[in-house]
């Protein structure tokens, strides 16, 4: 347990099917945690009750954990987080349960994800040993939209998401699921949106969570069409906004102006991610940030990662040049009960000459 091990958390809303994904991807894991103890993912869960126990043999390692035979471990969080994951890590270092190399944490169907990756980052014994390894969002093909409309828990978890994946789609009334698809890719267009019966194996969907290039915004102009993000905000209270600008930033003076926004905008800003070219640095850096918490900004390894052309719709005037370029730097910034004009004011404190502002009008603000 020489390096540090990759958290990725599994968020939805209540009923979403968090349980059924982590049991599918537990049974993708038999065999090989078992053939190699440095391959064994943990399972972090509420109770051990959560994830059903009754089709397979397993070991009570104590009150809270269980060795799975597919070579798993579950653990039951009795308590706060942080006492939890220390307690997993040292259990693991003096030889009481076996070496692990990745963890998963299930949230409650009502939790915000925000937190874990708070706590990830900022609690010290936690920071030295475990990195944040992203979200994964199950979302419901058959109640999602509802949930979004009335739930503002849910909408979070959207816009907190790495990856988004829309379950229950083998029960739900087909016709549900493209109008599900195109709002989440409106709350949250840099998380890759997956169906169940597409889900890749476990290994391959916790690397796409991990992967600091999914931070970089990408899409086209027509996903924050005027007519779309209209009907959106008065659903859901959330707004977009991209930044994009050429000349690369002073490191210093950027991170200082992130901070000052984030704290300008509070608790309204769900987030912000994208990628920031520094002057005299080869590569980019990813951002990221919840509410006022700026993350420790992080090198973008084999940056100049690829950025999909903006093309304007046809009833869509982007004023200048209408192209994001891969050494452009890109921020996305998804905002909740906050007005437009003084969210963009805040912004345009923050620009770089040149910057341009891609509005949730979907035109090109210079």
């Not at 954990?65 to 693991?92: H, M, P, T, Y």
């Not at 290994?203 to 209209?230: E, F, Q, Y």
Request: charged share 20%.
């Amino acid at each position: 347990m020489g390096r540090k091990i990759p958290v990725t958390v599994v968020s939805g809303f209540l009923g979403s099917g968090k349980t059924t994904l982590l049991n599918r991807l537990l049974s993708q894991a038999s065999g090989s945690a078992s053939a190699n103890d440095h391959d064994r993912v943990v399972v972090l869960i509420n109770e051990l009750g959560d994830i059903g126990l009754d089709h397979e043999r397993f070991l009570q390692l104590s009150d809270r954990i269980v060795l799975l035979e597919s070579g798993c471990i579950c653990c039951a969080v009795r308590g706060d987080l942080v006492n939890a994951l220390r307690q997993l890590f040292l259990d693991a270092l003096y030889k009481r349960i076996p070496p692990f190399s990745r963890l998963l944490i299930e949230t409650t169907g009502i939790a915000d994800p925000a937190p874990v990756m708070y706590t990830l980052q900022y609690e010290r014994f936690l920071a030295d040993r475990y990195a944040y390894a992203g979200c994964i969002t199950v979302v419901d093909a058959e109640h999602g939209m509802e949930q979004l409309r009335l739930h503002a828990e849910a909408v979070q978890q959207v816009a907190l998401a790495d990856v988004l994946l829309i379950s229950k789609t083998d029960i739900s009334a087909s016709k549900k699921i493209p109008a599900l698809q195109h709002e989440l890719q409106r709350l949250n267009s840099s998380a890759p949106l997956l169906l169940t019966q597409s889900q890749p194996g476990l290994n391959a969907l916790l690397d796409m969570a991990a992967d600091t290039r999914r931070h970089i915004p990408r899409g086209t102009v027509s996903m924050w069409s005027g007519r779309a993000m209209g009907r959106h905000e008065a659903h859901t209270g959330v707004g977009v906004l991209t930044l994009t600008w050429a000349q690369p930033w002073v490191r210093s003076q950027g991170v200082r102006g992130l901070s000052e926004l984030l704290a300008g905008l509070g608790q309204g800003l769900l987030r912000l991610k994208g990628r920031v070219w520094f002057r005299g640095e080869q590569q980019a850096s990813a951002v990221h940030a919840v509410h006022q918490h700026l993350y420790p900004l992080e090198a973008i390894v084999d940056s100049a990662p690829c950025v999909q052309s903006v093309s304007p719709d046809n009833d869509v005037q982007a004023g200048g040049r209408d192209s994001i370029d891969d050494r452009d730097s890109v921020l996305l910034f998804i905002y909740r009960d906050l007005e437009a004009a003084g969210v963009l004011q805040k912004i345009r404190a923050l620009l770089p000459d040149g910057a341009r502002v891609l509005s949730s009008e979907g035109n090109f603000i210079q």
